[in-house]
């Protein structure tokens, strides 16, 4: 039998070629389009984010405008699709409310039928738009509240938070958010892009692939963490209890959530930019105390294996200041990076290649068949 080289999850195996996103994991750097993270923090916002990550380069003025204007004018959903987010039992998780009402939105796009890379951009758009309209409707349908409308007036971040309050956010609070979505807008081969990727590359159409991004960024060991990591912080209780939690977990080989990462063996500079927002939002709350001491302790016994916190650690403790639930954390998440699946997936299929990995048969050949009554 042949023999293939093999890395356990694909550990630094490269699966495409891509100009969006660079990790330096040592260094603890992330860039896109080749731009220091903390510069796009600093200087830009959501939508201008999604869009470079969907032209691969900055826009001019001129296109972001279209952009925005075209993202606030294809927020709301068809009024069959508000009907279905009525009709999910209240306890359906939020992110299998978005991957469902997702799929359903592909039968009102006449786009989805067209095979062209610009029919998939029109889609990428409204996605886009409608991601943190679905979250926030199913969130307010749910705990029995009257749906909130998009406001046209209102940047993406401000009007999510609209959406899902009912009240005008102040200034600060949609920067948080807008520099939230920032940051977690693309991040290389991970999970969920090259699930979407996968499905992507058999020409299957773009809902069946971002509907693949939502069902893996689910997960506790990708975007599920912000949501484990505030369960993780409500089971250790108090300060006090921090180191007694981590020896017990670190003994029974269980992780500690928000921390780690596949590539970064530093700590991952989207942390860095959400544990100031921690600190200015909830300095004398007991998440915030007990995410610090947290902290403290795992440098102390697993930094050296370069294990530091990851993007995931501090972002739901922003969150939950902000009011938000719990488990509409790994939801902002897929608001934002559903820019990067579809950016991703955009690339790729500029010059599109079906994935189809092999795997290393360790079963017997030539075995004889047993009929069913002789077992
Ligand atoms: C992110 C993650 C899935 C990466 O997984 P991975 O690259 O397959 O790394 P591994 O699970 O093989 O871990 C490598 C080593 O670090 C340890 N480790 C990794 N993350 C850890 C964590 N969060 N807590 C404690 N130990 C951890 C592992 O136990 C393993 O130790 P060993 O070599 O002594 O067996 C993993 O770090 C994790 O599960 N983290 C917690 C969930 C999380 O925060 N996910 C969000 C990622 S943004």
Known sequence: ????????????????????????????????????IEEWAE??????????????????????????????SSRDLPEEVIDFIYDLPPQTHPMSALRSVVSLLESYDEDARRDDLDAKFRIALRLIAKFPTIVA????????????????????????????????????ESKVMDVALILHADHEMNASTFASMVVAS?????????????????????????????????EIGSVDNVEKYI???????????????????????????????????????????????????????????GIFPNVDFYSGIVYNALGISTDLFTPIFAISRVAGWAAHVLEYLEDNRIFRPSSIYKGELDKKYIPIDQR
């Open 137 to 172: 409707y199913f969130d307010r349908v749910r705990k029995n509240l009257d749906i909130v409308r998009p406001n046209p007036s209102l940047s993406h971040a401000e009007n999510f938070l609209y959406m899902l309050t009912g009240k005008i956010p102040t200034k600060y």
């Open 247 to 305: 020896e017990e977990s670190l003994a029974q080989k269980k992780k500690i959530m928000g921390f780690g990462h596949r590539v970064y063996k530093a700590y991952d500079p989207r942390a860095r930019i959400l544990k100031k927002f921690a600190e200015e939002l909830s300095k004398e709350s007991k998440y915030y105390e007990i995410a610090v001491k947290v902290e403290e302790y795992m440098m102390k016994k697993v930094a050296q294996k």
């Open 43 to 72: 200087n830009s916002t959501y939508e201008e984010v999604a869009l470079s990550l969907l032209l691969r380069r900055l826009p001019t003025k001129g296109e972001l405008k279209v952009f925005d204007a075209a993202l606030r």
């Open 202 to 234: 058999t020409l299957s159409d773009m809902y069946s692939a971002i509907v693949a991004g939502i069902g893996a960024l689910k997960g506790p060991l990708h975007g599920g963490a912000n949501e484990a990591v505030l369960k993780m912080f409500d």
């Open 1 to 36: 039998m042949k023999e293939y080289p093999f890395s356990k999850g694909l550990e630094d195996v490269p699966a495409a070629e891509s100009v969006l996103t660079y990790i330096d994991g040592q260094e603890g750097k992330l860039y896109y389009l080749g731009i220091p």
